[in-house]
């Protein structure tokens, strides 16, 4: 399977919040760089307050750099108008935010379903779609349930289905695993591995369980406004690149012209293999 390696390019990117007259300047990123390859599972870790939130905000369009440049399945975003960043967000992202907002006078299935209203998806998919979310976070069984009568765990799950709804290309979840506890934190995983996998969704998760990132394909740390992928990353990366041009180089040999066929002598037949006829099985 083909897969594009700068699904996510991040080049030397800062974010500074400006002081004001309550608040010192805070630099939130400072000139980081980043690769994420599509259909995988990134995992940031980083303290409080080192700039987790602030890069997923830059990824998701929901924040500009100051300076630097944030290439999402290579569309620069900053090239993009409000207008066409709100598309964007809309239809391409999936946030799972640290504060859920799920609007309490709403089943958790309602909820999910108001999630598509804006892409026109037709009311009766938007209703089969929403409980199998549920279901697949394994709340097939509190789908009638408001928010103020789940608890936070099953909240938290609400709100991954409800950013899974509109079939994003980025998944964007800040601590998404955070109330959860041993078994739900691995079905969430498990199930955010698999739509990698076969939906080549690609995502960025914030957390600061390390039983969480070590299951993630690809994992980074922030400190100081500083972003560092772990040796294991770095390693995977490079492979990853080598794989792609090894792919290219036989792709460029393949592509070359081949040898002009000898003219056929006088008196020969030509020898030019058969077009297959139905049914018969091609090498
Ligand atoms: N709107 C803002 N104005 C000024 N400073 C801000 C603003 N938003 C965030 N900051 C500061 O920028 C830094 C990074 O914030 P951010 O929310 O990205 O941290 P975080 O890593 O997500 O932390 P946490 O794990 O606590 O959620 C923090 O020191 C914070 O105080
Ligand atoms: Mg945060």
């Not at 083909?2 to 400006?18: A, E």
């Not at 009311?123 to 103020?148: C, D, F, I, T, Y």
């Not at 991954?160 to 969430?188: F, M, Q, S």
Request: glycine fraction near 6%; charge should be neutral.
């Amino acid at each position: 399977m083909k897969i594009t390696l700068d699904f996510i390019r991040l080049r030397h990117v800062t974010k500074t919040y400006p002081k004001t007259k309550e608040t010192e300047e805070v630099t939130a990123l400072d000139n980081i760089s980043l690769r994420i390859p599509e259909g995988h599972l990134a995992a940031v870790v980083g303290e409080s307050g080192s700039g987790k939130t602030t890069l997923l905000n830059l990824l998701g369009g929901l924040d500009r750099p100051d300076s630097g440049a944030v290439i999402v399945n290579g569309e620069d975003l900053a090239e993009l108008g409000e207008r066409e960043l709100v598309r964007f967000r809309a239809s391409r992202v999936g946030f799972v935010i640290q504060t859920y907002y799920l609007l309490p006078a709403l089943t958790a299935w309602e909820n999910v379903e108001l999630a598509m209203e804006p892409n026109r998806v037709p009311s009766s998919e938007r209703r089969e779609r929403a409980r199998e979310l549920l279901k697949s976070v394994g709340l097939e069984s509190r789908l009638n349930h408001l928010p103020g009568q789940l608890s936070g765990g099953e909240q938290q799950r609400v709100a991954i289905a409800r950013a899974l709804a509109n079939r994003p290309i980025l998944l964007l979840a800040d601590e998404p695993t955070g109330n959860l506890d041993k078994k739900n934190r691995y079905a969430v995983l498990e199930l955010f591995l698999r739509l990698a996998r076969e939906n080549k969704i690609t995502m960025v998760v914030v957390t600061h369980d390390s039983r969480v990132s070590e299951r993630c394909d690809l994992e980074y740390s922030l400190k100081n406004g500083k972003l560092r992928p772990t040796n294991r990353t770095s390693k995977k990366l490079a492979e990853m690149q080598a794989e792609a041009s090894r792919s290219r180089d036989m792709a460029a040999a393949n592509a070359q012209p081949l040898a002009r066929p000898e003219p056929v002598p006088d008196g020969y037949e030509s020898c030019d293999r058969e077009e297959p006829t139905k049914g018969d099985i091609m090498p």
